[in-house]
T-cell receptor
Framework: SQQGEEDPQALSIQEGENATMNCSYK?????LQWYRQNSGRGLVHLIL?????REKHSGRLRVTLDTSKKSSSLLITASRAADTASYFC????????FGAGTRLTVKP | DAGVIQSPRHEVTEMGQEVTLRCKPI?????LFWYRQTMMRGLELLIY????????DSGMPEDRFSAKMPNASFSTLKIQPSEPRDSAVYFC???????????FGEGSWLTVV
């Protein structure tokens, strides 16, 4: 499968803590994207990181990419209850197929 | 821009009936994707089009499912005949070329009884 696989499947933290989730893939890529899905809604794009980038920031989000390990991580700092959602990664070579996602629960 | 527009938002139909889901992609986007999401199977890519041409339909579950894109601003996903196991949320998404950021619609919630 060329799609990204997210890990862990589920993550539960307290508000204010940081949340880290990971994505692994199998083939060479041009870019990797992270998306969020709130319950009952469509996926929303969070951030895109290109293969020649190692780290990218957007607000409280920090994404890293290690092409040698074929992996990426998404860090959400100072989490809020509103960050409760499922998070997915996808690569450009996967024809935008998604894995099972990481279900993040942030407890108030 | 209004985003990706899907209709209907909710549909309840009886087994055996034909179901047609509709999608209007974002203007200027040339790639369109249909996904199905269930608790059991997660988010599955059913088919995607590039410049109105189906590129990969390997995710279409069976012959009961068909998708068309007659022009750049409209696509349909049809299920005929529908079965209870088709109950799911069907998402349409679009992007400018495959591999770039994709934008999802709000989904069509289908229940087949």
């Amino acid at each position: 499968s060329q799609q990204g696989e997210e890990d862990p499947q589920a993550l539960s933290i307290q508000e204010g803590e940081n949340a880290t989730m990971n994505c692994s893939y199998k083939t060479s890529i041009n870019n990797l994207q992270w998306y969020r899905q709130n319950s009952g809604r469509g996926l929303v794009h969070l951030i895109l990181i290109r293969s020649n980038e190692r780290e990218k920031h957007s607000g409280r989000l920090r994404v890293t990419l290690d092409t040698s390990k074929k992996s990426s991580s998404l860090l959400i700092t100072a989490s809020r209850a509103a960050d409760t959602a499922s998070y997915f990664c996808a690569t450009d070579v996967s024809d935008m197929r998604f894995g099972a996602g990481t279900r993040l629960t942030v407890k108030p | 821009d209004a985003g990706v527009i899907q209709s209907p938002r909710h549909e309840v139909t009886e087994m055996g009936q034909e179901v047609t889901l509709r999608c209007k992609p974002i203007s200027g986007h040339n790639s369109l994707f249909w996904y199905r999401q269930t608790m059991m199977r997660g988010l599955e890519l059913l088919i995607y089009f590039n410049n109105n041409v189906p590129i990969d339909d390997s995710g279409m579950p069976e012959d009961r499912f068909s998708a068309k894109m007659p022009n750049a601003s409209f696509s349909t996903l049809k299920i005929q005949p529908s079965e209870p196991r088709d109950s799911a949320v069907y998402f349409c998404a679009s992007s400018f070329n495959s591999g770039n950021t994709i934008y999802f619609g709000e989904g069509s919630w289908l229940t087949v009884v």
